[in-house]
């Protein structure tokens, strides 16, 4: 649910996907110590990869990761679906700015659902999407810029571990 308050009508939301890879320690990290940075070995155990999508509002300062074993056409339907039923139920349309990545398409809710359900979340959304070469344009790259930085540094063993960091909580 998006953020108490006023609120457009029809909100302009970020849209973005990113992936991460899970790092395992293969021994114990030494801890910091006085002038004597943490420690970790060079090697580390692979545990897969998972999909972080990125929903952001920018005039509200609002953001919402969720966190996916993949990144297929039904799981931006997803997406899309929980953006137009939870976190804007009220808004009659949500103005959605994206890149042009083939799952982006109103055929991925055709594709992940009846054709009823599809038409019903595909009338609440508009489609924006920015320049070929111009996905900087989007806020949730900024977002994801700025969440890598202070998020995603040092290995995370699984996706629960993404979870844990506060700075994925909604915001």
Request: contains cysteine; proline residues 8%; positive net charge.
């Amino acid at each position: 649910m998006i953020p108490s308050g006023r609120w457009s009508a029809s909100p302009v939301v970020c849209f973005n996907e990113s992936s991460t890879q899970l790092l395992a320690e293969t021994r114990e990290p030494l801890p910091a110590g006085p002038g004597r940075p943490r420690r970790e070995d060079y090697e580390y155990v692979r545990a897969g990869t998972r999909n972080l999508f990125l929903t952001c509002e920018p005039k509200r300062g609002w953001r919402h990761v969720a966190i996916t074993q993949r990144r297929t056409m039904q799981d931006f339907a997803q997406q899309m679906r929980w953006l137009v039923d939870e976190a804007y139920p009220d808004a009659p349309v949500v103005r959605l700015v994206l890149d042009n990545l083939n799952t982006h398409r109103v055929a991925s809710l055709y594709e992940a659902f009846p054709p009823r359900e599809a038409r019903r979340i595909a009338k609440r959304l508009e489609f924006h999407y920015t320049p070929t070469h111009g996905s900087w344009l989007n806020m949730a790259e900024m977002e994801f810029s700025v969440l890598a930085r202070a998020c995603l540094r040092g290995r995370n063993p699984d996706a629960e571990s993404l979870v844990v960091r506060q700075c994925w909580i909604d915001g």
